[in-house]
Nanobody, 123 residues
Framework: VQLQASGGGLVQTGGSLRLSCAASGDTLISCTTAWFRQTPGKEREFVAA????????YYADSVKGRFTISRHNAKNTLYLQMNNLKSEDTAVYYCAAARRGILLTREADFTSWGQGTQVTVSS
């Protein structure tokens, strides 16, 4: 599956953004999909995942209660709604997919990646 992430930008602390990840070549409902983020000099960090078919979601503790991952099956698009943004949320955000039906949170588990979209939260 090919992924195209978009929606990043500059936002003030406490603001909101919605990231999108459009898929082609396969259906996202066939995949476990996730969002990761990365800051310079650090490893890619798991943010949220949504399982195929069941749509069960899972979040990193750092974003729980503020971020919501969702999937629009007809549009074959993955979303990440980010509310109450903090400066520590500043990063490049990546969407990822794997044709498996279990919860995946490790970078190495995902076979398809979007190109990344920059999110900058200013105080």
């Amino acid at each position: 599956v090919q992924l195209q992430a978009s929606g990043g930008g500059l936002v003030q602390t406490g603001g909101s953004l919605r990231l999108s990840c459009a898929a082609s070549g396969d259906t996202l409902i066939s995949c476990t999909t996730a969002w990761f983020r990365q800051t310079p000099g650090k490893e890619r960090e798991f943010v949220a995942a949504i399982l195929r078919t069941s749509s069960t979601t899972y979040y990193a503790d750092s974003v729980k209660g503020r971020f919501t991952i969702s999937r629009h099956n007809a549009k074959n698009t993955l979303y990440l709604q980010m509310n109450n943004l903090k400066s520590e949320d500043t990063a490049v955000y990546y969407c990822a997919a794997a044709r498996r039906g279990i919860l995946l949170t490790r970078e190495a588990d995902f076979t398809s990646w979007g190109q990344g979209t920059q999110v900058t939260v200013s105080s």
